[in-house]
């Protein structure tokens, strides 16, 4: 199939606004981006894309699951997954910070996070290789 890209980065945002953003800022990479409003859909992603390799999620979200509940359900069905969470709240109020690996304040700065995510996407295919 030319032109597919293997998803390895899935953002879940309630705000489409913020998940274009997203999409709009990835557009130009080697891998692809997966984003999605719904964490429960987005629980199905993960579990049907084993190429996934970073989750990045909002804290505040809809279907009664929040950032923290859904990144720990991310956790047991992928522990190897990246998780990090970019939201205004933070992880202050989480019972286990360790779901989260790394944290963005919103607004964003996208440099860093872009760095980030690369920079994490390539150390866990170089991990997966040796």
Same mark, same amino acid.
């Given at each position: 199939?030319?032109?597919?890209?293997?998803?390895?980065?899935? +953002? &879940?945002? $309630?705000?489409?606004?913020?998940?274009?953003?997203? #999409?709009? =800022?990835?557009a130009?990479?080697?891998?692809g &981006?997966?984003t999605?409003? $719904?964490?429960v859909? #987005? =629980?199905?992603?993960?579990?049907?894309?084993s190429?996934? &390799?970073? &989750?990045?999620?909002?804290?505040?979200?809809?279907?009664?699951?929040n950032?923290?509940?859904f990144?720990?359900?991310?956790?047991?069905?992928?522990? @190897?997954?990246?998780?990090m =969470?970019?939201?205004?709240?933070?992880t #202050?109020?989480? !019972?286990?910070p360790?779901?989260?690996? +790394?944290?963005?304040?919103?607004?964003? #700065?996208?440099? =860093?996070m872009? !760095?980030?995510?690369?920079?994490?996407?390539?150390?866990?295919? @170089?991990? !997966?290789?040796?």
């Amino acid at each position: 199939m030319e032109g597919f890209k293997e998803p390895r980065l899935l +953002f &879940v945002d $309630d705000e489409s606004t913020m998940l274009r953003c997203y #999409a709009r =800022l990835y557009a130009g990479k080697e891998y692809g &981006v997966l984003t999605c409003q $719904d964490p429960v859909s #987005a =629980l199905e992603i993960i579990r049907q894309n084993s190429s996934l &390799v970073v &989750v990045v999620s909002d804290y505040q979200m809809g279907n009664g699951m929040n950032g923290e509940m859904f990144l720990n359900e991310v956790r047991n069905i992928r522990p @190897d997954i990246i998780r990090m =969470l970019a939201s205004t709240y933070g992880t #202050a109020d989480f !019972k286990d910070p360790s779901l989260v690996q +790394f944290e963005f304040q919103k607004p964003v #700065a996208t440099s =860093l996070m872009m !760095k980030i995510t690369d920079d994490s996407i390539q150390d866990y295919i @170089d991990n !997966k290789l040796k």
